[in-house]
Nanobody, 115 residues
Framework: QVQLVESGGGLVQPGGSLRLSCGAS????????MGWYRQAPGKQRELVAG???????NYADSVKGRFTISRDNAKNMLYLQMNSLKPDDTAVYYC?????????WGRGTLVTVSS
């Protein structure tokens, strides 16, 4: 399993943008699926976006058209570009790697959307 470290969170005003990054300690090229999850205070962790090794993506309905997930297998990096941010997007965002049900998680990065 690889170690995952997220970065890029912070405070942003509604309508703003942030780009989250997730660095892996080893190669991600063979990882079948990676994704971004988030957990808001008092709520369960939820999938925000996922991407397969071949680049197929899926998104939560709440972020479709605003967020874009991407992965750079050569650099062992996963990204989440977040645009048109809303207060409801406030949460801790976690990077995930999934080897056929065996999961690795980062420690998370906090995103706060507030004026």
């Amino acid at each position: 399993q690889v170690q995952l470290v997220e970065s890029g969170g912070g405070l942003v005003q509604p309508g703003g943008s942030l780009r989250l990054s997730c660095g892996a300690s080893g190669s991600i090229a063979s990882i079948p699926a990676m994704g971004w999850y988030r957990q808001a205070p008092g709520k369960q962790r939820e999938l925000v976006a996922g991407i397969t090794r071949r680049g197929l993506t899926n998104y939560a309905d709440s972020v479709k058209g605003r967020f874009t997930i991407s992965r750079d297998n050569a650099k062992n990096m996963l990204y989440l570009q977040m645009n048109s941010l809303k207060p409801d997007d406030t949460a801790v965002y976690y990077c995930n790697a999934d080897w056929f049900g065996i999961n690795s998680w980062g420690r998370g990065t906090l995103v706060t959307v507030s004026s």
